[in-house]
């Protein structure tokens, strides 16, 4: 044993060193603790809960099934344990004369007795039966230790009347070790279980709709196709700087360029900026791009997918949010940016330049910084007095120019562009444009944007020659989306915060690991 599993079996708790003692005396007893074999399952807690019947017995007298036990109740001879897999907990009959035929006992009474804990993984056969108390439970006939358990998990209780103690309820531990979370609190399954049929949901739509699923680099030379603050690296043997993608908006377009009338791609994204409820640095965004539509055709079909997702998982448009109940069916309503901060402050700032903007941010409360241009004025009163007031999915459309570098001129209205964002439960939840198609319109916009970059904006957009030579070979009009896939899970599951919607969600380091 070197000094470092030393110094860390001196910091053991007791009940963890007992278990580790367990471990050694499983191993003289000549059992391995962590077997090699498979171990057959040819049947799950839930599939059995749910079909089980007197009538249907035959079709269950060779029970093959795994999991943790996390409950025993010790009856001398006879035991009641729960055993819980992936898919619930079903009560396990547990008898020595059963598992023991023979005059040794050692296997019920020194092993399942004594040296198994709860949070074992056991394999079990037998076959189901009703308790007199007309509980479903399996009457186990072999046991076998597949995985020794050496920490113990947090055991929550309940009394007569339903109340939790001792719940594994902590924020920061629970996200620290999701490992536990997800076997202690049930409910934390069923969040992601839902996340999944969302993303297989979205899938099927768009591969219906001959939409391409497509993969784009993660790691860029330059942080495209968003305004915001980039993570950077440097990559050895070229010498040279990369970047974590803040979006894959200029790769897929470049994929329009070469043909494809339709591609997407569930991305991973990086944004070095702040954290909190609804802000997580890594996280995930759906983007695809149909050529030959414009932002009208996307709101139509945004409204139509989420329906869909309401559907699938609800059985209904209507889906619970907090105190909110909000409703997902199409046809949703349409209001433009200036509309938007005209009826929550009663200030009309179309035709307003960049001095006047500052002082309704001054008259309106709103902190702003020497780096901030028009783009960013505007987006702060928008953010700080009109976003939070639509709960019902809502259309903010037809932005000012200066605040979407990307997106194709209004064919309207002058000095807009055609753009929306959707909002529902007062947050952004997508983001999509009439995409931008003159290289020599784009070429300007991103010269806006390094100017912007040389008065202190870090978020401002980098200029990328490569995405504007694509353009010059030929766009075809295009529409393009981004949404947040943790946000509509958020919205989807009724989940407050971020962190409850991805597994492992960005902490600060555990005291003591660095």
């Known amino acids: 044993m070197d000094l470092n599993t030393t110094t860390y079996i001196e910091h053991l708790s007791e009940q963890e060193t007992i278990r580790r003692q367990k471990l050694v005396d499983i191993k003289a007893l000549g059992i391995d603790p962590y077997p090699a074999a498979t171990f057959d399952v040819n049947?799950?807690?839930?599939?059995?809960?749910?079909?089980?019947?007197?009538?249907?017995?035959?079709?269950?007298?060779?029970?093959?099934?795994?999991?943790?036990?996390?409950?025993?109740?010790?009856?001398?001879?006879?035991?009641?344990?729960g055993l819980q897999d992936s898919t619930g907990r079903i009560q396990l009959y547990?008898?020595?004369?059963?598992?023991?035929?023979?005059?040794?006992?050692?296997?019920?009474?020194?092993l399942f007795k004594k040296l198994i804990d709860l949070g074992d993984y056991v394999g079990i056969k037998g076959y189901v039966f009703v308790t007199k108390v007309g509980e479903i439970s399996i009457h186990v006939t072999e046991l076998t230790l597949l995985s020794k358990s050496l920490r113990p998990f947090p055991v929550v209780k309940k009394d007569e009347e339903g109340n939790v103690f001792d719940a594994f309820s902590d924020p920061e531990l629970r996200y620290r070790m999701r490992y536990v979370d997800l076997v202690v609190n049930s409910h934390v399954k069923e969040t992601f279980l839902k996340r999944t049929k969302i993303v297989n949901t979205i899938r099927t739509e768009l591969n219906n709709a001959g939409i391409v699923e497509v993969e784009t680099p993660i790691l860029q030379s330059i942080p495209g196709g968003a305004t915001a603050r980039p993570f950077i690296t440097h990559h050895n043997a070229l010498d040279m700087p990369l970047y974590l993608r803040v979006a894959n908006e200029l790769f897929l377009k470049r994929l329009i360029v070469g043909g494809f009338d339709g591609v997407y791609e569930f991305a991973k994204d990086f944004r070095n900026e702040g954290m909190d409820r609804t802000h997580n640095p890594e996280f995930t965004v759906l983007e695809f791009y149909v050529a030959y539509k414009d932002y009208n055709w996307m709101m139509d079909f945004c409204e139509s997918l989420l329906e869909k997702i309401a559907i699938a998982l609800h059985g209904t448009?209507?889906?619970?949010?907090?105190?909110?109940?909000?409703?997902?069916?199409?046809?949703?309503?349409?209001?433009?940016?200036?509309?938007?901060?005209?009826?929550?402050?009663g200030i009309d700032i179309s035709a307003m330049n960049?001095?006047?903007?500052?002082?309704?941010?001054?008259?309106?409360?709103?902190?702003?910084?020497?780096?901030?241009?028009?783009?960013?004025?505007?987006?702060?009163?928008?953010?700080?007095?009109?976003?939070?007031?639509?709960?019902?999915?809502?259309y903010i459309t037809d932005y000012p120019v200066e605040m979407s570098p990307l997106t194709k001129k209004h064919r309207s209205k002058e000095g807009l562009v055609e753009r929306f964002e959707l909002m529902v439960n007062g947050k952004e939840l997508a983001n999509a444009y009439?995409?931008?198609?003159?290289?020599?319109?784009?070429?300007?916009?991103?010269?806006?944007?390094?100017?912007?970059?040389?008065?202190?904006?870090?978020?401002?957009?980098?200029?990328?020659?490569?995405f504007l030579r694509a353009l010059e070979y030929g766009m075809p009009p295009t529409a393009g989306i981004g949404i947040g896939i943790d946000r509509l899970t958020m919205l989807m599951?009724?989940?407050?915060?971020?962190?409850?919607?991805l597994f492992f969600p960005q902490q600060r380091p555990e005291a003591g690991t660095i």
């Open 354 to 394: 960049e001095d006047e903007l500052r002082a309704v941010c001054k008259q309106l409360r709103i902190d702003t910084t020497p780096t901030m241009g028009k783009a960013k004025l505007i987006d702060e009163i928008f953010g700080e007095k009109c976003e939070g007031n639509y709960i019902q999915p809502t």
């Open 434 to 466: 009439s995409e931008l198609n003159d290289p020599i319109d784009q070429r300007e916009r991103f010269e806006e944007q390094l100017k912007l970059q040389e008065r202190g904006d870090d978020e401002a957009m980098f200029i990328d020659h490569d």
């Open 43 to 81: 049947a799950t807690a839930k599939s059995i809960l749910a079909n089980f019947t007197p009538e249907t017995a035959d079709d269950y007298k060779n029970i093959s099934i795994a999991g943790r036990v996390m409950i025993v109740r010790d009856m001398g001879k006879a035991c009641f344990a």
């Open 94 to 110: 547990i008898r020595r004369d059963d598992i023991c035929p023979t005059e040794d006992k050692t296997t019920f009474d020194v």
């Open 317 to 345: 448009t209507v889906v619970t949010v907090g105190k909110h109940e909000i409703d997902f069916k199409a046809p949703y309503r349409r209001v433009t940016m200036f509309e938007a901060i005209q009826e929550h402050t």
């Open 493 to 501: 599951t009724n989940n407050p915060s971020i962190q409850e919607v």
